[in-house]
């Protein structure tokens, strides 16, 4: 089992509708969840986190957790052409982040 | 404030050579990542260190070394370079507190020839 899956994609979207990105982890003792954004070329830039069970909001991002299925989401609502990237979930734990492969998001105008 | 550096940003090795990647932070942070990536894969772990004079390594640390003399820089050296090799090599960095983010340098890209 990996220690983080994510479907590589690509997920298409219009522009303007809810893209919904999804994550799955293997170790329980996860204490924080990160979400990169990563466009192609450049390095990870930190989108949000959330490590409390429930929704996180900020702006158009919103971050689901829910450690008893060891699941964690995010939401970007009105998806603009600027949001086509890859998206990387990350649990972690103690000093430790684990990366997963990534989401490919493509907006269609 | 610049976050992390990264130098170079490109580089072409031939087999067999060697070279330092250097990675500085000025955040005052004790956390430091050593990460590559390979296309269309995610990031994978090469080494870290919790602070100066301490460090260990990540999943895939064979063919790397690391030193970290100093709270500020975290090099990163390939001792005899390997078409394997080529990647893009990314450092980051880490306050040391709970639920901290980590913070990426621009990422050194390398080919080994």
């Known amino acids: 089992q990996k220690e983080v899956e994510q479907n590589s994609g690509p997920l298409s979207v219009p522009e303007g509708a809810i893209a919904s990105l999804n994550c799955t982890y293997s170790?329980?003792?996860?204490?924080?969840f990160f979400w990169y954004r990563q466009y192609s070329g450049k390095s990870p830039e930190l989108i949000m986190f959330?490590?409390?069970?429930g929704d996180k909001e900020d702006g158009r991002f919103t971050a689901q957790l829910n450690k008893a299925s060891q699941y964690v989401s995010l939401l970007i609502r009105d998806s603009q052409p600027s949001d086509s990237a890859t998206y990387l979930c990350a649990p972690s734990r103690d000093d430790k982040i684990i990366f997963g492969k990534g989401t490919r998001l493509h907006i269609l105008p | 404030n610049a976050g992390v550096t990264q130098t170079p940003k490109f580089r072409i090795l031939k087999i067999g050579q060697s070279m330092t990647l250097q990675c500085t932070q000025d955040?005052?942070?004790?956390?430091m990542y050593w990460y590559r990536q390979d296309p269309g894969m995610g990031l994978k772990l090469i080494y870290y260190?919790?602070?100066?004079?301490?460090?260990d390594k990540g999943e895939v640390p064979n063919g790397y070394n690391v030193s970290r003399s100093t709270t500020e820089d975290f090099p990163l050296r390939l001792e005899l370079a390997a078409p394997s090799q080529t990647s893009v090599y990314f450092c980051a960095s880490m306050e040391d507190s709970e639920n901290q983010p980590q913070h990426f340098g621009d990422g050194t890209r390398l080919s080994i020839l």
């Open positions: 959330i490590y409390s069970n």
């Open positions: 170790d329980r003792g996860s204490q924080s």
């Open positions: 955040m005052n942070h004790n956390y």
């Open positions: 260190s919790v602070g100066a004079g301490i460090t």
